[in-house]
């Protein structure tokens, strides 16, 4: 999130080395992605294993958020895919939980959103078309291909269907990648420039005092909408991947 060193408001997407590590000259330093992708992937695993751990029969707050959020998922992938899709669902589950937490993360002063870089998103949208076409092709053979053809078509009219269908299918990753990194990108870099205004006004004093409520009124009303698009923005990348893996399932359909 935007928040204090400077008002650049690219500055807070800058990946930073917190522990220079450059063996045989590659670069593998643990930075500051690197750290808050393993605090997302701690802060699921905490909430997920402590809160099914407990099994009571009245929940607790933190097992009936892991209740709430399995059984969201779940009818998430069961409408889309039907009782078949379960197969997916741990994939799906594992997505929508680190890109839902990363996005959240993201939202605390001074800290690193992750899902703000197109190459996390596009490295999770490629993953997705990848298991589509493994398990497609693993599961129907060459029927899977079947995708491209679309039923009814008249056969002069076919090789551009099929052309248009592989184009699509091919856009898929790109489309899902920039679709998440976009949205998480404009609206932190909104409210660095929002903040940013804020104390500038401050600092120029006079009827600068005056008029700094209004862009902070605006900071704190983005700030709101930010938190509901970090979580549509998980949604979407969820549903989305259902309806991709829902392909490798019903290939032709």
């Avoid at 607790?60 to 895919?81: D, H, K, N, P």
């Avoid at 197109?118 to 493994?134: H, P």
Wanted: glycine share 10%; charged share 5%.
């Amino acid at each position: 999130m935007a928040a204090g060193g400077g008002i650049d408001p690219i500055s807070q997407f800058q990946i930073k080395p917190i522990v220079p590590l450059r063996p045989f000259g590659l670069d593998l330093s643990f930075s500051n992605a690197s750290l808050f992708m393993a605090l997302t992937v701690a802060a699921v695993s905490l909430i997920m294993v402590y809160g099914s751990s407990q099994r009571a029969t009245v929940p607790g707050r933190l097992q009936s958020l892991a209740e709430i959020i399995y059984e969201f998922v779940a009818s998430t992938v069961t409408g889309v895919m039907g009782k078949q899709g379960m197969v997916f669902f741990p994939f799906v589950f594992s997505l929508f939980m680190f890109v839902l937490m990363a996005n959240m993360l993201g939202m605390i002063p001074g800290a690193f959103t992750v899902t703000s870089h197109i190459i996390v998103t596009a490295a999770f949208a490629f993953l997705v078309i990848g298991v589509v076409l493994v398990y497609g092709i693993m599961k129907h053979g060459s029927h899977f291909f079947g995708l491209f053809v679309p039923s009814g078509v008249p056969g002069w009219l076919l090789p551009f269907m099929v052309l248009i269908e592989a184009v699509s299918f091919v856009s898929r990753p790109i489309s899902l990648s920039l679709r998440l990194f976009g949205n998480m990108l404009a609206g932190h870099i909104a409210l660095k420039v929002f903040g940013g205004f804020v104390v500038a006004l401050l600092a120029g004093g006079g009827i600068g005092y005056v008029i700094a409520p209004l862009p902070l009124l605006l900071a704190i009303a983005l700030t709101a909408l930010e938190f509901l698009v970090a979580f549509l923005q998980a949604y979407v990348f969820a549903i989305l991947t259902c309806v991709y893996l829902n392909d490798a399932l019903h290939p032709g359909h």
